[in-house]
């Protein structure tokens, strides 16, 4: 176990929630390459044209879910430290706007 800081695992959340949100927008058509070539004539082709596969369907999802794992893990952390900490703010910091061009009417 290691101990950091909130700061720091409030920034590894926001990391980790960009990539997982960028990994879950992939397009699969960035997972393969169009490769082409001529040939010899058979059954009245010459070219041929294949999609080949840059990474498994496998090496992605455990790339997807190795980080959606690690945001969930530093979220619940995240989480029980704002259940269980306390922090000193002026009193005014969590009382309501006072307009001050409007009269009181009291």
């Known amino acids: 176990m ?14 980790l929630q960009e ?19 001529r040939g010899a004539v058979q059954d009245g082709f010459n070219d041929m044209i294949a999609e080949v596969s840059k990474i498994s369907f496998q090496q992605f999802t455990h790339c997807f ?11 619940a952390h995240i989480q029980q430290t704002n259940w269980t900490a306390e922090i000193e703010v002026d009193d005014n910091v969590m009382g309501d706007y006072i307009d001050p061009y409007v009269e009181d009417k009291k």
């Open 2 to 15: 290691k101990k950091i800081k909130l700061a720091e695992a409030l920034l590894r959340r926001k990391e």
């Open 19 to 37: 990539k997982v949100d960028r990994l879950r927008q992939v397009d699969n058509k960035a997972h393969y390459e169009t490769k082409t070539g």
């Open 65 to 75: 879910d190795w980080h959606a794992k690690q945001l969930r893990i530093i979220d």
